[in-house]
């Protein structure tokens, strides 16, 4: 069974930059769509950037666009998200996801992703 786990969050300041990982074991999730999530206290999850199985067509929330890039690396099965430029408004536990169903559409649903990682918590300090 694939598993998906997040890595590289912490602690920073605001204007500070963070690489998060996202290292799938077990079945590949190499020839499916996955995604970033994420969710402050009290909020509800929501979509902050998603990438092709092939790594095209990346697509951000406009809140992070300009400021963070979506990546992944299919050779070592792993996903990366740099953060740059981070504000305290980015708070929260961040979630990788992957498609199980070889779609793409609907991208910024969290309902779309069938599998999640455990989620890494980043927290900027104003």
């Known amino acids: 069974q694939v598993q998906l786990v997040e890595s590289g969050g912490g602690l920073v300041q605001a204007g500070d930059s963070l690489r998060l990982s996202c290292a799938a074991s077990?079945?590949?999730?190499?020839?499916?769509?996955m995604g970033w999530f994420r969710q402050a206290p009290g909020k509800e999850r929501e979509f902050v950037a998603t990438i092709t199985w092939w790594g095209g067509s990346p697509y951000y929330a406009d809140s992070v666009k300009g400021r963070f890039t979506i990546s992944r690396d299919n050779a070592v099965s792993t996903m990366y998200l740099q953060m740059n430029s981070l504000k305290p408004e980015d708070t929260g536990v961040y979630y990788c996801a992957a498609r199980t169903d070889g779609g793409a559409a609907d991208w910024s649903r969290p309902s779309r992703y069938g599998l999640w990682g455990q989620g890494t918590q980043v927290t900027v300090s104003s």
């Open positions: 077990g079945r590949t999730v190499n020839s499916q769509t």
